[in-house]
C-alpha cells in the first residue's frame, strides 16, 4: 500500500546527508582517473593527435560525464538521490557515445564527426540567416579536417540525408538499447532498459532509487542503499569512460589503475548488496 499520508516538509531526516565514507573516496577517485587520462592523452600527443576529430568528440565527453558525476553525488549528499535517474541515463548515453566512437578505428574519424556536428545538422533549418551561415562555416571547417575519403560521406550525412533520432543512427546502429546491449558491460546494458523508464516519468524507474518506493512524498529522503547504487553506478560509468579513452587514445597505460578501482568498487557493491544486475 501506498504511503500518503507523509506531508511535505523542507525538513529533512538526521542522516540524509551521510554518504558512505568508502563511496565518496571511490567518487572522487573515479574523478581522478578521468581526469588522469585526460593529461596522460595530452601530454603524449602534444597537439598531434591521429584522431584529432575522434579525439576533440571523446575529451567533451568526458568532461561532460565528470560534470555529471558530481552532479550525483549532489543529489545523493542533499537527499534527493531519488532523482539521480535521468542524471544516470544521460551518464550511460554519454558512455554509449564513447563506445560507438572508439568500436572502430578507422571509422573514429568520421564518427567523431557525427557526433560533434550532429546539432548543426538540426540547426541547419533556422530562420536566422546568420546563425545558418555560421553554422555552416563551422560545418565546412569539421569537413575540412576528415580524411579525403571521408569528406564526401559526412557532406552527404550533413546537407542530404534525413536528421536521424541519434547521431549514430542508422548506419552504425538503430537504436540506443541495441547498441548498448552490442557495446556496454552486461550491468550497465541492463540499467540503460531500467532507467529509461524512469527519464521518461514511469512509476517503476522512478522507485529504482527510493530505499521504500511505496511511501510516496516529494521531501528530501535519507536511503542509503539508493545512494549506494546511484553512487556505485555513476563510478562505474566514469571507470568506463575513461578506460575507453585509455585503450584507445593511450594503448591502455593506466589499466591498472582501472583494475584496481574497478576490483575495489565490485567489493563495496557486495557490502551494500547492491548486485550488478540490479537490486
Not at 602534444?46 to 584529432?52: C, E, M, S
Not at 575529451?59 to 543529489?75: E, K, N, P, Q, S
Not at 540499467?191 to 529509461?196: P, T, V
Amino acid at each position: 500500500m501506498l504511503n500518503r499520508n507523509v506531508r511535505p516538509n523542507s525538513k529533512m531526516d538526521q542522516d540524509t546527508t551521510i554518504i558512505d565514507a568508502t563511496l565518496e573516496r571511490l567518487h572522487a577517485e573515479a574523478s581522478e582517473f578521468a581526469v588522469a587520462v585526460n593529461a596522460a592523452i595530452a601530454a603524449h600527443w602534444d597537439g598531434r593527435h591521429p584522431y584529432p576529430l575522434a579525439g576533440g568528440a571523446l575529451y567533451r565527453l568526458g568532461a561532460d560525464t565528470v560534470a555529471f558525476h558530481g552532479a550525483v553525488l549532489a543529489l545523493c549528499a542533499t537527499g534527493w538521490v531519488s532523482c539521480c535517474a535521468p542524471l544516470l541515463r544521460t551518464l550511460l548515453d554519454l558512455l554509449l557515445s564513447t563506445a560507438i566512437i572508439v568500436e572502430a578505428a578507422d571509422e573514429a574519424e568520421m564518427r567523431g564527426f557525427r557526433c560533434t556536428h550532429y546539432f548543426l545538422k538540426a540547426t541547419l533549418s533556422e530562420v536566422d540567416d546568420e546563425l545558418q551561415r555560421s553554422n555552416r562555416r563551422q560545418i565546412e571547417a569539421g569537413i575540412a579536417r576528415l580524411p579525403s575519403v571521408n569528406q564526401e560521406q559526412a557532406r552527404r550525412f550533413i546537407f542530404n540525408d534525413r536528421l536521424p533520432a541519434y547521431w549514430y543512427a542508422s548506419d552504425y546502429y538503430h537504436r540506443p538499447q541495441e547498441a548498448a546491449e552490442a557495446l556496454l558491460a552486461p550491468e550497465l546494458s541492463f540499467y540503460y532498459a531500467r532507467l529509461s523508464a524512469a527519464t521518461h516519468g514511469g512509476f517503476f524507474g522512478l522507485g529504482l532509487f527510493r530505499d521504500q518506493p511505496d511511501t510516496v512524498h516529494p521531501n528530501q529522503r535519507s536511503d542509503p542503499r539508493s545512494q549506494a547504487l546511484a553512487l556505485s553506478t555513476s563510478i562505474r560509468i566514469v571507470l568506463e569512460q575513461a578506460r575507453a579513452r585509455d585503450q584507445f587514445e593511450l594503448g591502455g597505460q593506466l589499466s591498472r589503475t582501472y583494475d584496481d578501482l574497478v576490483d575495489r568498487l565490485s567489493r563495496t557493491r557486495r557490502r551494500f548488496d547492491v548486485s550488478d544486475s540490479g537490486r
